[in-house]
């Protein structure tokens, strides 16, 4: 839902994604509206929100904030995070007791003392991290309701990972590739013209070593460049250019070749290039 040059409406690590504390995102109701994208797109087998924190996810289905399972990680401001984990030492500097005052009091809780400090810890965790964002959790509720989809998360809860997956539990091997990719034809249309069976076998086979040989996080760097994002489609398309480095049409979920290659180091070079390019997953380079 962000990258380079986008709105970011969730912020933070993976697993730990919270949506943003923007009051312009908030008064543009742009969560409501991302609710309804998130609600229309697992109703049509598209991209999912993954990496959500648990504590957002359990009070998004009406859980107690109280009772949510929060952990440090889950604030994305790094200088609020850094002051709840003063409350972690055992002994407190005045400046430390002071700058912890400070945060606590502008939130309405009170100064930091010797008997408090473990609730205030608990107390300002829950704040930065679900007080902060109950108006964007409320307006996403809502656009999952508007899509009716409410009725069916709250009587089936074990459909909720479904649809908000988990980034660690997201693992890709080579044969979810291979067993996507439909391979260019003799007949086809792409930019091949003058190029004999031999390269384009050689091309089509530095891909497929260099998918057989990647690590799980290589290839969802590769997908989000090839597709867009990190889900795999049901068909994933290979087509030659006559471009200097590969490149990809991610609205038609196709990866482009280029295949003036004769080595495979020089293949792996090139698209590894243009993968680490691609900082937004929508690269065309």
């Given amino acids: ?78 200088h609020i995070r850094s002051i709840i984990q003063m409350l972690e030492l ?9 700058t912890v005052s400070d945060l606590s009091l502008s939130w309405d809780l009170p100064a930091v003392t010797k008997t408090n400090q473990r609730w205030l810890h608990n107390k300002l965790l829950v704040h930065a991290v679900i ?20 009725p069916l998360l709250t009587s089936r809860p074990d459909v909720v990972p479904l649809l908000f997956p988990k980034m660690a539990g997201m693992q890709f091997v080579p044969q979810m590739f291979l067993d996507k990719i439909t391979w260019p034809v003799e007949d086809s ?3 091949d013209e003058g190029l004999d069976i031999e390269c384009k076998c050689r091309i089509t086979g530095f ?9 799980s996080d290589t290839l969802a760097q590769l997908l989000k460049f090839w597709v867009g994002w990190e889900m795999l489609p049901s068909e994933l398309k290979v087509e030659f250019s006559g471009g200097t480095f590969p490149s990809s049409s991610t609205c038609f ?33």
């Fill in 253 to 285: 979920e196709t990866l482009k070749l280029p295949a003036h290659y004769n080595t495979y180091k020089d293949f792996e070079e090139a698209l590894v290039a243009a993968i680490d390019s691609a900082h937004t997953g929508f690269g065309l380079v």
């Fill in 207 to 215: 891909l497929r070593v260099f998918i057989e040989t990647a690590s």
């Fill in 189 to 191: 249309d792409d930019e």
């Fill in 90 to 98: 055992e002994e407190l500097t005045q400046e430390q007791k002071d």
């Fill in 1 to 78: 839902m962000g990258g380079v040059g986008q709105t970011l409406l969730f912020e933070g690590e993976p697993d730990h994604l919270v949506p943003a504390a923007s009051e312009v995102l908030i008064e543009s109701n742009l969560f409501r509206v991302a609710g309804r994208m998130i609600g229309h797109s697992f109703l049509h087998d598209g991209p999912h929100v993954t990496g959500l924190s648990p504590a957002v996810i359990h009070v998004l289905f009406n859980g107690d904030p109280e009772m949510a399972t929060i952990v440090v990680e889950d604030c994305p401001d790094l």
């Fill in 131 to 150: 007080g902060r964002t109950m108006r964007q959790i409320k307006q996403l509720r809502k656009g999952l309701k508007d899509v009716m989809l409410w």
